[in-house]
């Protein structure tokens, strides 16, 4: 896996206070900055509020799903790379998340590995390499077009 030595920032995603926990640890222990929201709401929020690289979005939770707010997210930051996390891995799920751009699907539960690795490879593709960062982004974060 290549190492990103960089300052991103991941938006984790979730009702459950146990996975946001554990997917904090997975991609702090990397190196990586992390918010946690609890819903999809608070998820706006916060990417209006901060700069955020990439997002970790559960599927089902209270008020807006996953795909729901990554389709609102998308009206702030239209590049954001997101990864759905879902323990309901349908055929149509997938279909829909992959209509809806979203990088990849990792089923629950999540291994550190695979979170890592999906994490850093839709970073890697958005973004570049850490010292092109900076050349690929537009002042609030985002990539450019």
Not at 22 to 32: D, K, M, Q, W, Y
Not at 58 to 72: A, S, V
Not at 106 to 129: E, F
Request: proline fraction near 6%; glycine fraction near 6%.
């Amino acid at each position: 896996m290549t190492d990103l030595k960089t300052p991103f920032s991941i938006l984790i995603t979730d009702d459950d206070r146990g996975v946001r926990d554990a997917l904090t640890e997975i991609v702090e222990s990397r190196g990586f900055k992390s918010y946690q929201a609890t819903c999809g709401e608070e998820a706006l929020e916060i990417v209006q509020a901060e700069p955020v690289h990439l997002a970790l979005l559960d599927m089902h939770m209270p008020g807006l799903t996953g795909l729901e707010t990554l389709q609102m997210v998308r009206q702030i930051n239209s590049l954001l790379p997101a990864i759905l996390i879902t323990a309901d891995a349908t055929l149509e799920l997938m279909r829909q998340a992959f209509q809806a751009h979203v990088y990849s699907v990792i089923p629950k539960p999540v291994t550190k590995n695979v979170v890592l690795t999906t994490v850093v490879r839709a970073l890697l593709r958005v973004y570049g390499q850490p010292e092109d960062m900076q050349s690929q982004q537009g002042d609030e974060g985002e990539p450019k077009r």
